[in-house]
């Protein structure tokens, strides 16, 4: 019997989000093959519209939901924004289908007839989406993937590839972790098109081999890898001196900041890793934990966010010259709060401001 398929993307209707849902789309794809009417619900008014069922999925633990809807029978729910650990896995016959790459065509052309710039969309329209591998035996404890203990294959790149999207985002939690991580290269480049790894890399499983390959594919933006704690320093040195002896692309690293503590510790503790990347030539992104939130120093968290994110910014400016110019671009006696959160933290720290608030890039950059 022929059924009303209803998909709910909550983030996209709270926040607003880049990303398409991938599992969304291998659901709409599973439904629409088998008969079903699916439709991207964006209003959740729309709810009582007759569906038969209704699919909702949200990334984000703080992307907020109307209570309400949990109120009908019909509506089933996933993702690491309802369950921790990301919750119960979709059936085996939906997350190996192809994704429906279309579910959300009305949704932006429906922005675009707003105002939209078209080119905010691209990762919605120019781009095949998928893991070719699943799993990470990390277990960090703030990351919500620890369902693993290995890394294993999950499926080939043609599962999920569309032959007329420009390039390919992998979603894969440890990819570096995978055994067989060359064949899976294989069959990247064998599409001819260029690719990246959204989750970022695992740098501390660098090889020779590895780094050597990685080097020389048709990669798509930034290599991206992560640097969560200064006690991770000396590998991390180690393999980014590896890594810049194959490749001189724009590297980045995450930088998890706020998480173990909020105080000046942790503060001092980031700098150091902006430091150690500043030397290597590579670009920082601060990932600010939600416990910063609680700390004496949100405002510095947020300024030294705002510095590292902005390349164009970072490369020319140290944290202080960029304090200055937000100061500058004021234009009033009132002393700007970017500026403000240097100051009352080099008055009370003034030997850890000393040692990073005038570290430059360009001077630091050995590469």
Known sequence: MKKKIGIIDADLLDNGTRHPNLALMKISGYMKEKGHDVKLILDYREINEGFDKIYI??????????????????????????????????????????????LYNDYIEREIAKGRNPKSFTDYTDYSIGFTTRGCFRKCEFCVNKKYDRVVKHSPVSEFLDPNRKGIYLWDDNFLGYSKWYEILDELEAT??????????????????????????????????????????????????????????????????????????DIENLFERIKILMKFGCLPYVMRHERYLASKYKGLYISITRWCNQPRFFKKMSFREFCEANQKYKKTNIICSTFKSMLDFEKEHPLIAKKYFDLKFDKLNEY
């Open 57 to 102: 999925s949200k990334v984000f633990s703080f992307t907020k939901v109307p209570d309400i809807i949990f109120n009908f029978k019909n509506i089933e729910k996933g993702g690491t924004g309802f369950y921790p650990d990301g919750g119960p896995s979709l059936r085996e016959e939906i997350e190996h289908h192809m994704p429906d790459y279309s």
């Open 192 to 265: 001819g098109k260029p690719f990246q790894f959204r989750q970022g890399l695992d740098l501390r499983l660098m090889t020779e081999e590895k780094a050597k390959r990685l080097s020389k594919v048709k990669y798509k933006g930034d290599f991206i890898f992560a640097f969560d704690f200064i006690e991770d320093s000396e590998i991390i040195q180690k393999k980014l001196k590896l890594w810049r002896k194959y490749c001189n692309k724009t590297t980045k690293l995450y930088l998890l900041s706020g998480y173990l503590s909020q105080d000046e510790t």
